[in-house]
């Protein structure tokens, strides 16, 4: 059934993590009923990361608060294991550093718990799609950190520190203020595509930031992730 | 070791009085009289110290006795005073008895004691410069009082000491003076390390209550998120999907997922340093506008300004807001952005709303109604900084209010704010 009216889904597998079982339960039967495939879920951190690595889902649907591993950890793993499933974080606590975290380490978009059903499923579709699923909450988490690396001093003369074109911090700050893709792009006079291809370089830029930290980490596992000013 | 210590006030002098009808021997209020388990460890070991060096000094003062003996006219009252100062010795060792009460005894014993010396000696030996026959051993009760009352016990005591001594003398003699530097000295600077220790104490406390009322709120926090706020999410968005009366009760349950939410992510100790050092983070100061419809945006980062300056920032976004409510109908939604880049803190307030038609807000200054722009722009102005409001082809407003950061070339530190001025000589102290 596609309550949405959309147009069914291409197939699309997706696996789902998450510890709170009447939650986990209640979101893969959402995916089921829209047509998706839910290929395994996990409740914690561990199986999230041996069962997407058995199944490579298109889309893993991960909560950010896991036992064992963190939402972060799973991530920097999947990407250290180059396993192509792309990550929609979902969390209940809202746009916090540990959010940044997880889409540094290589999510792809990141949702609050409270969003809608439709909001979630057009979600998991553009996660799939490869389409970073920004909030606004996200877009202002983001934005801190380019400007944190910046003020920051950049990388260093070998490795320098990709920084957002003046077009890509001006459609980051729309998408902090809550505007929509469609919206931005009757602002700015640009296609819906090439506001999109916009926010996909800014999420590659974010992640360029910390691939050799995260290669590190994962080798290392118990880093404190949740600082990365601390050089490590 | 003061395992009992002042557990069960003994008086000497009366009846023995049960602890629990006399919980205060010490008789002041605001200190504990019992110095028991939570005193501090360097308290604890000055006790032990004045229970050796009473027995030393009476060791020393019968030495002392002995070696003069010849001269002393009346021996067996010499030997009298040290079989008391023995007795008290050898009870305060039995049973430390760590209270004001009992060292009061012991100050009385020893004062005593050294003005007997006027009945066993002739005076011509006292004023030749004789040891008294306590000699040391009432420094015993000086450093008790230190310990007790810190550095004025000590020196009411070490002066109460030197005054019988002067009593004793009469004619004073250059020991007797040095003697009484030393009583005094001593008390002061032990009494004076008595304090230091005990405050230091509290605080390790105090610092000790607020590290554990952190720890509960995390652990708080950990279990409303991961059982409430999820539950609260959950029948949020069920209900929507059955609408009806279940439907309002789901929106119910997301309100207050929403203010949960808020409530236990405000986990940042470094605010507390922050308020200290004059500085403000806007993110704190801010959060309160953030509500159904409207949602604060802003980075991991504090985003800091001075106090002063910070507060007229958050009563700019209050009239902006405010301005939404008014205006954008009651549908419209807001997002608060807070964006430092390093030259400007900026602040952009948008809303889903209307719009502010061309020209509308100039004319609203011609009228005199001044509104928004007045209290927005003026305050902004004020703070050397700037404010636009504009309005987009898709409609709604969106207010930006840039202030002038004047601590360029700043190292975010997510753990303390500087104040701009300071900064150059805090610089190799983070």
């Known amino acids: 059934m596609h309550q949405d009216g959309s147009t069914p889904p291409e197939h699309i597998s997706v696996v789902v993590a998450d510890d709170h079982p009447m939650w986990r339960d209640a979101v893969a039967r959402d995916l089921v009923d829209a047509g998706f495939e839910v290929l395994a879920t996990a409740d914690d951190g561990r199986s999230a990361l041996a069962r997407t690595r058995a199944t490579t889902p298109d889309v893993l649907v991960l909560d950010l608060n896991l036992p064992g591993l963190s939402g972060a950890e799973v991530c920097a793993a999947l990407a250290q294991a180059g396993v192509p499933t792309r990550i929609l974080i979902l969390s209940a606590s809202g746009d916090h550093q540990d959010v940044l975290d997880a889409v540094k380490a290589g999510a792809l978009g990141y949702l609050v718990k409270s969003a809608g059903r439709e909001e979630f499923l057009a979600a998991v579709r553009a996660t799939a799609a490869g389409e970073p699923v920004f909030t606004a909450g996200l877009a202002g988490l983001v934005l801190g950190e380019f400007r944190r690396v910046k003020a920051a001093g950049g990388g260093t003369p070998e490795r320098p520190v990709p920084e957002l074109t003046d077009r890509e911090t001006e459609i980051l700050k729309y998408v902090a203020t809550g505007m929509g893709y469609k919206e931005i792009a009757a602002t700015l006079f640009l296609s819906h595509r090439t506001v999109q291809n916009h926010v996909q370089n800014i999420f590659g830029k974010l992640q360029m930031h910390n691939r050799v930290e995260l290669a590190r980490f994962a080798m290392e596992r118990g880093l404190d992730l949740a600082d990365p000013t601390s050089p490590a | 070791m003061p395992r009992d210590a002042g557990a069960e006030p003994v008086d000497p002098g009366s009846a023995v009085v049960p602890a629990s009808l006399d919980p205060s021997p010490a008789g002041e209020r605001g200190r504990p009289a019992r110095l028991a388990d939570d005193e501090h460890v360097l308290v604890r070991g000055l006790w032990r110290a004045v229970d050796v060096f009473r027995w030393l000094a009476l060791a020393y003062a019968t030495w002392a006795v002995w070696g003069r003996h010849g001269e002393i006219a009346r021996l067996g009252g010499a030997v009298a005073v040290l079989a008391v100062l023995a007795a008290w010795t050898a009870v305060q060792t039995l049973r430390p008895m760590r209270t004001v009460r009992a060292y009061t005894v012991e100050l009385v014993i020893g004062c005593s004691a050294i003005l007997a010396t006027r009945l066993v000696d002739d005076p011509e030996v006292i004023t030749g410069g004789a040891k008294t026959i306590p000699s040391i051993w009432p420094t015993a009760a000086v450093v008790g009082f230190a310990v007790l009352r810190g550095w004025r016990g000590g020196l009411a005591a070490a002066s109460l000491v030197a005054a019988t001594s002067f009593v ?182 948008r809303d889903s709303g209307r719009g502010v038609p061309a020209g509308r807000l100039d004319e609203a200054v011609g009228q005199g109604r001044l509104g928004v722009s007045s209290s927005i722009r003026g305050r902004l102005a004020d703070l050397g900084g700037s404010a636009s409001i504009t309005s987009g082809p898709a409609g709604g407003t969106t207010v930006e209010l840039r202030i002038p950061n004047r601590r360029t070339n700043r190292r975010p530190t997510r753990h303390h704010g500087d104040e701009p001025d300071t900064r150059p000589s805090r610089r190799g102290t983070p």
């Open chain 2, 168 to 349: 004793e003398v009469v004619q004073p003699t250059a020991n007797t003076i040095s003697n009484s530097i030393f009583g005094l000295l001593l008390g002061g600077c032990i009494g004076y390390c008595v304090d230091l220790a005990r405050a230091s104490h509290e605080a390790l406390a105090e610092a000790m209550r607020l590290d554990a009322a952190r720890n509960e709120r995390d652990r708080l926090a950990r279990t409303v998120h991961d059982g409430v706020l999820q539950t609260l999410a959950f029948i949020n968005r069920r209900a929507a999907e059955l609408g009806g009366e279940a439907a309002r009760l789901g929106a119910m349950a997301g309100e207050q997922e929403t203010i949960l939410r808020t409530l236990v992510s405000q986990t940042d100790l470094a605010e507390v340093g922050r308020a200290v050092s004059g500085d403000a983070d806007l993110r704190v100061l801010l959060r309160h506008v953030e509500r159904a419809g409207v949602q604060l945006v802003a980075p991991a980062d504090a985003v800091l300004l001075p106090r002063r300056v910070a507060d007229e920032v958050v009563a700019a976004v209050e009239a902006a807001l405010d301005n939404v409510r008014q205006h954008a109908g009651e549908s419209a939604r807001a997002w608060v952005l807070l964006d430092d880049d390093g030259k400007d803190v900026a602040v952009t307030i």
